[in-house]
């Protein structure tokens, strides 16, 4: 069984809590056995994955295989050129050296939803929503390279694995992903 669930901000990736504010997975009622493919850390929003195959973790998750996961990270200031260069030939992240990757900003801006809580505004500091394409996924690593090249992270989701698509699945529920949409995940 593969699952795909939109995780709000605020949300463990773990069923258990860890005497935080963060709600754990096991109050969105998943079928018994599933257990995430990944993480998404607690302020960090969108796809997560849930299954009770065990294959799926090494095939989905070792940077051997090269597997795509898109994130779109809202950012302060408008990056450069440069800075979207840098982070596609990789960033130096506390002395390892992260994977090429692909990065782009996003023409149109994206319209997302308000988070609750909401992203904090200045007025004087203009945001803009960038992807960013990885095929690896070290703690916090989206958060981290936007930040090396002098753009902090404002806001992230992760739109998509493979070639499956969030699309418009709402925020804190999940499907049973049916075989079409599962050879989607599994596109290299």
């Keep these: 069984m593969l699952l795909a669930f939109n995780k709000p901000y605020g949300v463990l990736s773990q069923f258990t809590s860890d005497g935080s504010a963060n709600r754990p997975l096991a109050d969105y009622s998943f079928p018994p056995g599933v257990y995430p493919l990944g993480r998404l850390d607690a302020d960090s929003e969108g796809l997560l994955l849930l299954t009770d195959e065990k294959q799926l973790n090494d095939r989905l998750l070792h940077p051997r295989h090269g597997h795509r996961r898109t ?7 408008i990056p450069t050129a440069e800075a979207l260069k840098s982070l596609q030939q990789g960033v130096q992240i506390q002395g390892d050296r992260t994977r090429p990757c692909r990065a782009w900003i996003l023409d149109p801006q994206p319209v997302v939803a308000e988070r ?14 960038i992807a960013m394409e990885l095929t ?5 690593q989206v958060r981290k390279m ?5 753009y902090p992270t404002l806001r992230l989701l992760r739109v998509a694995v493979g070639n499956f698509l969030l699309g418009d699945l709402a925020p804190g529920t999940w499907q049973e992903l049916p075989q079409a949409e599962r050879m989607l995940v599994l596109a290299p």
């Design 146 to 150: 936007t930040a090396a090249v002098g």
């Design 116 to 129: 609750e809580p909401p992203v904090r505004f200045r007025k004087t500091v203009p945001t803009c929503w």
């Design 71 to 77: 994130y779109w990270v809202q950012v302060e200031r």
């Design 136 to 140: 690896e996924g070290k703690n916090r």
